[in-house]
């Protein structure tokens, strides 16, 4: 029989156990999440906060309604946009893909096809960046070939404010597909080949297995593939600025690059790259929220 | 029985002091921070690190530098973060304005006029000048023409071209050299301060001049004036007429020298920095254009612009230099090691081997060598023969200077037109002048 001693015990013993981990969380989560969001509503200059010669004042949201109003903000939200959409539709489906065909066997030399798939995904970001800078330089491979077979082409694709983007997209879907890749792999063979043969047995296509099948029992898993490919694409960063630094003209900036650039670029204003940074967080948090209503609505159940 | 005691306890007295006193001779060394800006691919950079900072260390272990070596953007990003951090290390890589700007104005740099004393009677007077924050923060390592035209001659005479006196003559080689595959001028502008910095600074001196800079600066003229849009529509000129490519736009700056050296343009504009990345390398004996083909490369200025009031002018400004954080405490054992290592950073043997090396042309009177390769050579003439206005973003608060530096790059790109750019860098300047009423 359990007192009601015994149930405070085990209440105190449950709130001692959960402690660090919810002042760890607090330390490093939710305190620089609630002090960035206190630094965009101000006037901090940077130097010292509490204390310091200049005293921090509420600035109200001056420096949201300053971030809207900036075309450059603007240029780097389409631009991630952009980046999350070659990664939902782009790097999940082609790793998905990939994986399945691998799985099922159709190809021969498997490990060399996986090695080869995976392999961009253990290079660093910025060797990756400076080599697809190199590559699609005006006077880089990519011209030389076009050359070739077209003289006097000239390379204008990331000039072209339209086109700018476009070597950025092509360089993020060859670098991160290897890790949807590797996860859809790991993810089908945990399904049971018996409930494969069983529908082949019962008469179901490649695609019917595919469909009614192999999709519903990686639901979750996709579902964690687009939030992961999400918060990913949002703070996109090292690779861009590495490849572009933003430019020509801040037309392949991305907000992560925007943020750094306001916060640390010329004149730092620490607050409206702060406003940035809130934004960024609230953006995501409304794009898995999405992908979760679409997952409920459309998804499979594992069981 | 007494003296006994007293000699025992004599000797054991000695023992102790003699164990001590080396523990306290040698005391833990002075640590001193350094944030340094060092291109570790420069032909001069082994020679920067071996024969500038390693010889530091050894004579003087007594200090122990924790350096920090940064190049290009990261620089300036890791110095506004320690400035925002109030973190600052002790000795740091300054520039006497634009990208410094906020060390000079917050005044988190250290006035070294008490220490410098009569040393300042060593170094030229250009050298002496206060910086952006009103006071002298560092001694310029080198004096610096961010504007200078390197002409491969050998190439213009196989081309049968000549060296263009004006404007026009550089237009006219436009066609001549498309036809034999080549660009005009080579730039790497992919990173937006390049275009303002190595060739808009010029033409702003050369078309509206440094009297009218001021007027800017002080609200009395504004950016959106004839004066200032007819500079940026000669800018927009070159794009039109094809003496520089739109694709100078996405080519990375640290590629613009291999392009010149392989001859893919007789012309290349760049800051006088630039010559060091052509000069051999002594750790591999290498260099990217040799010594002797070297002599067929001059640096001059860009040729006579239509309707210029200031002729063949550069942009010139006192260069980089080290300077100590303002919270080192003044007379402090770190305020002392970090004086020591600033004063051999500007000493007469560490400017010889930049000059050598191409880094920095000499601020001390008198620093010369035997040693110069002939386009290190050339560039020590190069200085005889120019006069200089401001670098824009040596005056302009970084606030307005990051405007006009994407204005720049838009209107290369076609983007933006050169009224909406003044526009531009006129709201940026209302918004500045606003908030520091």
Known sequence: MITRRTKAEERRAYLLLVLPAVLLYFAVVAFPMIFSLWISVSDYSGGQIFGGSTPVRFAGFSNYVRMWNDRYFWISLKNNVYIVLISVFGQIPLGFILAYALHRNMFRAKGFFQTVIYLPCVISSVIVGILWQTIFSPYGPVTEIMQFFRPGWQNTMLSNPRTAMIPVLLVMLWYYTGTYFIIFLANLQKIDKEVIEAAKIDGATEWQTLRHVILPALSGVIVTSAILAISGSLKSFDLIFAMTGGNPARRTSVLALYMYDTAFRGAPNYPRANAVSTFMMAFSFLLIIITKLVEKRFGGKEE | ?437
């Not at chain 2, 340094?36 to 420069?42: E, G, K, P």
């Not at chain 2, 040393?119 to 007077?125: K, Q």
């Not at chain 2, 035209?149 to 237009?171: F, Q, R, W």
């Not at chain 2, 052509?278 to 254009?289: C, Y």
Request: hydrophobic fraction near 45%; charged fraction near 25%; proline fraction near 6%.
């Open chain 2, 1 to 437: 029985m007494k003296l006994r005691k007293l000699t025992m306890w004599m000797v054991l007295l000695l023992l102790l002091v003699f164990a001590l006193v080396p523990n306290l001779i040698a005391a833990e060394p002075i640590t001193i921070r350094v944030l340094n800006y060092l291109d570790a691919s420069s032909p001069g950079a082994a020679r920067e690190i071996t024969e500038i900072w390693q010889r530091f260390e050894e004579e003087n272990p007594d200090i122990l530098v924790i350096r920090e070596d940064q190049f290009g953007e990261p620089f300036h990003h890791k110095t506004e973060a320690y400035a925002a951090a109030g973190k600052l290390p002790e000795v740091l890589y300054v520039w006497p304005g634009g990208r410094s700007a906020t060390l000079h104005q917050k005044k988190l740099l250290k006035d070294i006029s008490r220490l410098l004393g009569d040393e300042r009677n060593a170094f030229i007077d250009a050298a002496l000048e206060p910086q952006a924050g009103g006071y002298l923060a560092m001694i310029p390592i080198g004096l610096t023409a961010s504007h200078a035209m390197y002409v491969n001659t050998a190439l213009l005479e196989e081309l049968g071209l000549e060296m263009p006196k004006t404007y026009e003559d550089l237009k006219a080689m436009v066609a001549p050299l498309r036809a034999a595959g080549k660009d005009c001028i080579i730039i790497g502008a992919q990173d937006d301060w390049v275009m303002q910095s190595v060739l808009y600074s010029m033409i702003f001196g050369r078309l509206v001049g440094d009297e009218k800079l001021y007027e800017f600066i002080e609200g009395k003229a504004k950016f959106t004036d004839k004066v200032f849009v007819d500079s940026l529509r000669f800018y927009e000129q070159l794009f039109i007429d094809g003496v520089i490519n739109r694709n100078a736009m996405q080519t990375p700056y640290g590629e613009a020298p291999a392009l010149f050296a392989a001859g893919r343009a007789p012309f290349m504009i760049d800051g006088d920095w630039r010559a060091g990345a052509f000069l051999t390398d002594e750790s591999t004996g290498k260099a990217l254009i040799p010594p002797e083909k070297q002599k067929k490369i001059k640096m001059t200025v860009f040729p006579a612009i239509p309707g210029e009031i200031n002729h063949g002018t550069s942009s010139i400004v006192p260069a980089v230099g080290y300077a100590m954080s303002a919270h080192v405490p003044d007379g402090s054992p770190e305020e002392e090691a970090a004086w020591r290592l600033i004063s051999w950073l500007n000493s007469a043997e560490v400017q010889k081997i930049r000059l050598e090396t191409g880094a920095a042309f000499p601020t001390r009177k008198g620093v010369t060598s035997d040693k110069l390769e002939p386009l290190a050579q050339e560039r020590a003439e190069f200085y005889g023969r120019i006069s200089g206005t401001h670098v824009l973003d040596d005056k302009l608060p970084p606030e307005i200077c990051i405007p006009l530096n994407i204005g720049l790059q838009e209107i290369g790109l076609g983007l933006a037109t050169p009224l909406e750019v003044a526009r531009n860098v006129q709201a940026a300047y209302d918004e500045w002048a606003k908030s520091n009423k």
